[in-house]
C-alpha cells in the first residue's frame, strides 16, 4: 500500500502485512486483522447506506470490545467524525454532548440514551444490532466491496474527543487524519511496539490513551487485548499472566495495584517486557518495585495532553538517568517553555509548556475563545500549543514536569505544586497512592493516601523529602482513592468523600 494518510489506511495495510494474525481480543473474542478490516467495510457500507459520509457526526457509547475498532475505522472510511464515550456516559452529561456535537447518529447500549438521542431528532441504534452486520456468521455475506463516497481528505476532521474542563462542561478536542496519523507513528518510533508483542489494555477505549493501543497495534502488528476498569484490580495480575502480555499501558492507580499485587503473589510472573504510563507521574518506588519484581522490565514514562496526544516520551529506562523527567519531545515536534509575557525562556527556568508539531489538534469543537487562548502565534508565526502546565528543560532538551497550572497553589504564603507534594508522599515507605486536594476557601489543603502507616507518621516521614512549608497541614488515611472512569484519581469525588467525613465526625 501506497503512504498511509488516513486512519483506516492503518487497517488496510496491516490487514495486508498480517491478514491472520490477531488484532484485538475481548474476554473471548478474538478478531484478526483481516477480520477487523472485513467488519469495517461492512459497517463502512452500513453508515453510508444511512446518509452518514463526510462531516456527519457519530457518537459511539459502547463497551470496549471489536465493534468499536470496527466502528471507528468504518467512520474514517466514509469521512464520519467520530466520538467515543465511556459507556457510562449517561444522562445530562450525554445530553450535552448530544447538543454540542449535534451527530447524525448514535450508538449506545442504554436505552434512555437513545431516547434522549431521537427526543433531538437523532437517529439511535442499539450495538448488538451492528453486531450481526460487522460480524455475520462465516459464508453468510460476501465481502464488501469499496464504499461509493468520496474518500477523506488527510486535513478532514476525523475524531471529536471530549475532555473535561475544571470549570466547564466537557469540551471537543479536534483531530484531523492527519494528526492522528502523524502522532500514532511518531508514538511507535520511540516506544517500537513488536509483531509479536501482546499488549494487555486495561484502559477504555473512550481515552485515548486506550484508542491508541488499538492504532499502534494496527501499524506494528501487535496484538491488542481489551480489559476494563474492572479488571484493573485484583483480576490485573490473572488476566496479565493468561494473556501473556508483553507490554502494559498504565496510569499510575493501574500500575501500583500491579505493585501491591506482585507483592502478595506466587513467584510466577508476567511476561511483560514494557510498561508505559500517561495520564498523572509515576512516582519512582512504584517503577522501581516493578523493575524489581519483573525482571528484564523496561519503562518509558510520558507526558501529554488529548489536545496532542503525546508530547514527549522517555527512551526506555531513561528515568534511572534522569529522575523526573518525562522524557524528550516526540521526533518532528517541539517542545517551548514560556514567561508569563508568552515569551521562550532558558533551560532550567521553569514556565509554561507550549507545544509545536504535527501531532497538536486542530482546535476545540465550537470553541473560538478558547482556541484564541490556547493557541496564540508567538511573533506572529509561529502556531503552538499552550498547555497550562508548567515546567523546565535541562540542557539536553529532556521536559521536567513542576505541574498544571489548576495544581499550583498557595499556602502560607508560598506557590506549592501538588504534583511535587504527591510525589514526596508516594516517597513515604507504605504509601501505596497519594492525592492533594488544593486549598479552598477556609480550609487548607489536604493530603490523601492510601497508606500502612498512619496520618501522622507520613506527614512526619514527607517532611524528610520536601520544605516544611510544602507539607499539608492535614492528611486523611484512606483504604482507595476514588478514580475516574480513566483510572485517574477523581478529586471532585475525593472532595465530596472528604466533605461527608468531616460532616459524620463533626
Request: charged share 20%.
Amino acid at each position: 500500500m501506497s503512504e498511509i494518510t488516513l486512519l483506516h489506511q492503518l487497517l488496510d495495510t496491516a490487514a495486508e502485512s498480517w491478514p491472520d494474525r490477531p488484532a484485538v481480543t475481548r474476554q473471548q473474542s478474538t478478531t484478526t486483522f483481516a477480520g477487523l478490516r472485513d467488519a469495517a467495510h461492512r459497517l463502512a457500507h452500513w453508515l453510508h447506506d444511512q446518509g452518514i459520509g463526510r462531516g456527519r457526526r457519530v457518537v459511539v457509547a459502547v463497551p470496549s470490545g471489536p465493534l468499536v475498532p470496527a466502528l471507528v475505522f468504518a467512520a474514517s472510511r466514509v469521512g464520519a467524525p467520530f466520538s467515543l464515550l465511556h459507556e457510562q456516559v449517561r444522562g445530562v452529561p450525554l445530553e450535552h454532548v448530544l447538543d454540542d456535537c449535534e451527530p447524525s447518529l448514535l450508538i449506545a447500549e442504554d436505552p434512555a440514551s437513545r431516547a434522549a438521542a431521537r427526543q433531538r431528532g437523532i437517529p439511535a441504534v442499539d450495538p448488538a444490532e451492528l453486531l450481526a452486520v460487522a460480524f455475520p456468521a462465516p459464508g453468510t455475506a460476501a465481502p464488501a466491496g469499496p464504499v461509493p463516497a468520496p474518500e477523506p481528505l488527510a486535513v478532514d476532521p476525523v475524531c471529536l474527543i471530549y475532555t473535561s474542563g475544571t470549570t466547564s462542561l466537557p469540551k471537543a478536542v479536534v483531530s484531523t487524519h492527519q494528526q492522528a496519523v502523524f502522532a500514532v507513528h511518531a508514538i511507535q518510533q520511540v516506544l517500537k511496539y513488536r509483531p509479536d508483542d501482546v499488549v494487555y489494555c486495561p484502559l477504555p477505549l473512550s481515552f485515548d490513551y486506550g484508542l491508541y493501543q488499538v492504532f499502534l497495534g494496527a501499524l506494528s502488528g501487535a496484538h491488542t487485548v481489551l480489559g476494563s476498569a474492572a479488571e484493573a484490580g485484583p483480576a490485573l495480575l490473572r488476566n496479565l499472566l493468561e494473556s501473556g502480555a508483553t507490554v502494559l499501558p498504565a496510569v499510575p492507580s493501574v500500575a501500583e495495584s500491579l505493585v501491591w499485587l506482585l507483592k502478595r503473589a506466587t513467584a510466577r510472573r508476567p511476561a511483560l517486557r514494557l510498561v508505559t504510563n500517561t495520564g498523572a507521574a509515576l512516582s519512582t518506588e512504584t517503577v522501581g518495585a516493578l523493575r524489581e519484581a519483573i525482571p528484564g522490565l523496561r519503562a518509558q514514562v510520558m507526558y501529554g495532553l488529548t489536545e496532542c496526544k503525546r508530547a514527549v516520551i522517555m527512551p526506555p529506562d531513561g528515568d534511572l538517568d534522569r529522575p523526573g523527567s518525562c522524557g524528550l519531545p516526540l521526533p518532528g515536534t517541539e517542545i517551548v517553555i514560556l514567561d508569563d509575557e508568552g515569551e521562550p525562556v532558558p533551560p532550567g527556568t521553569i514556565g509554561e509548556i507550549a507545544v509545536r508539531g504535527p501531532n497538536v489538534m486542530a482546535g476545540y469543537w465550537r470553541r473560538p475563545e478558547l482556541n484564541a487562548q490556547r493557541f496564540p502565534l508567538r511573533d506572529g508565526l509561529f502556531p503552538e500549543l499552550r498547555t497550562g502546565d508548567y515546567g523546565r528543560l535541562d540542557e539536553d532538551g529532556y521536559l521536567y514536569f513542576s505541574g498544571r497550572r489548576d495544581d499550583l497553589y498557595k499556602e502560607r504564603g508560598f506557590r506549592v505544586s501538588g504534583t511535587e507534594v504527591e510525589a514526596a508522599a508516594h516517597r513515604v515507605p507504605g504509601v501505596v497512592s497519594a492525592a492533594v486536594l488544593p486549598p479552598a476557601g477556609r480550609r487548607p489543603a489536604i493530603l490523601a493516601v492510601v497508606a500502612e502507616a498512619g496520618a501522622e507518621q507520613v506527614l512526619e516521614l514527607m517532611r524528610e523529602q520536601i520544605e516544611e512549608f510544602k507539607v499539608p497541614r492535614r492528611c486523611v488515611v484512606l483504604e482507595e482513592l476514588p478514580l475516574s472512569r480513566n483510572g485517574k484519581v477523581d478529586r471532585t469525588a475525593l472532595a465530596a468523600l472528604l466533605e461527608d467525613r468531616a460532616r459524620v465526625a463533626g
